[in-house]
């Protein structure tokens, strides 16, 4: 029941950040810098805390009396994991919602999922899983089979990507230009570094696991044989953000400069209201990814199997929204079952990740 419940919220927080992007579609006369940046500061500086303090009484004073090291390196990470997050909106853009998050959270849960158990083979903490321990486990070799599979579903969108290049590179304006900013090579460019550096953020929670222990000992001290503390990563979530904040602020403040887009925030000229409400829900649908993330954690653990269901959920819901919105309209059938196949792909690596976690003693 606990796998159970814990699949439940991976899928919440999944279709959350599977659907982020959707607001920002409906925001007008703004340069991307300057929504994705609004739509940050709540992702980052406005959410997170406001989540940490109805979830986690007196949540500051953990960060407070904290390590600093254990603060710097949550926060680093949290960096690196920012420069992914730009590159994720970028890819979103050249690659669209269908393609462009299949392949980078692809990565993303690859790395996510297997470098830390790889960390935990020279570094062993009780309660973590190490590579050692999916290898010489039944239940660890299933979930590695989920990755394994999970691969292979990337492979096939990339592939269903290159193919849909070609069927639209035909497709024009008529004034000649694109009708669509699709563009493989410098999609996948970015996708590739923003699906390597995204996974930093799982690094960043297993950084500050000491906060997120203090907030459930806490919690269990005042609700005594109630379990785990369903949100105990949110205090560690302010620090890991505030890295994210540092990074994406520094790059949309310096296009907002270098493409004299300043005035998009004053501009009336567009809908500035709606535009405001538009980032403002972007963002805030964002958090909840990972606020559902750590109740699904609580229930399954901080191993491969919570960071793989909630990539491949996101990757999922993705999808959809990207047969909604007609992103692959004008490909050929061939293209079109290309890219059901890998999503189907990445289905059953849901179901095998899902099926190994509940082998787990």
Request: hydrophobic residues 50%; contains cysteine; positive net charge.
């Amino acid at each position: 029941m606990q796998a159970l419940f814990g699949i439940i919220f991976h899928f919440i927080g999944g279709s959350a950040s599977g659907s982020f992007y959707i607001p920002y579609k409906k925001v007008k006369g703004w340069a991307w810098e300057s929504y994705w940046i609004i739509g940050g500061l709540f992702s980052w500086l406005i959410v997170p805390p406001l989540a940490a303090y109805l979830t986690i009484p007196n949540f500051s004073e953990i960060i407070r009396h904290t390590n600093g090291h254990i603060l710097l390196l949550t926060y680093f990470f949290g960096v690196l994991w920012g420069i992914g997050g730009l590159t994720y909106g970028l890819g979103v853009r050249y690659l669209g919602v269908s393609l462009g998050s299949s392949i980078i959270l692809g990565l993303c849960s690859v790395f996510g999922a297997l470098i830390p158990s790889f960390y935990y083979d020279f570094h062993p903490v009780v309660g973590k899983d190490s590579f050692a321990d999916l290898l010489n486990n039944p239940w660890g070799q299933v979930v590695l089979t989920g990755i394994v599979v999970c691969i292979l579903g990337i492979i096939i969108c990339g592939k269903a990507g290159m193919m849909k290049e070609k069927d639209v590179s035909f497709v024009q304006r008529n004034d000649g230009t694109p009708r669509t900013e699709f563009k493989i090579g410098l999609g996948l460019t970015v996708s590739i570094i923003s699906g390597i550096l995204s996974a930093c953020f799982a690094f960043g929670i297993d950084a500050g696991k000491d906060m997120a222990i203090e907030a459930n000992l806490i919690w269990k001290t005042l609700h005594p044989a109630s379990g785990e503390f369903l949100f105990q990563n949110n205090v560690t979530y302010v620090v890991i953000l505030w890295g994210g904040l540092t990074t994406n602020l520094c790059w949309c403040m310096l296009l907002n400069a270098r493409n004299k887009t300043f005035g998009n925030y004053t501009d009336k000229n567009a809908p500035l209201l709606k535009n405001y409400i538009f980032s403002a829900l972007a963002g805030t649908i964002w958090f909840l990814q990972f606020f559902f993330y750590g109740m699904g954690e609580s229930k399954l653990g901080n191993g491969p199997s919570s960071w793989i269901l909630h990539m491949a959920f996101i990757i999922l819901v993705a999808n959809m929204w990207g047969l909604a919105l007609k992103e692959w309209k004008g490909v050929s059938r061939k293209t079109f079952r290309t890219v059901m196949a890998g999503i189907a792909v990445i289905i059953l690596s849901i179901l095998i990740v899902g099926y190994g976690n509940s082998l787990k003693p």
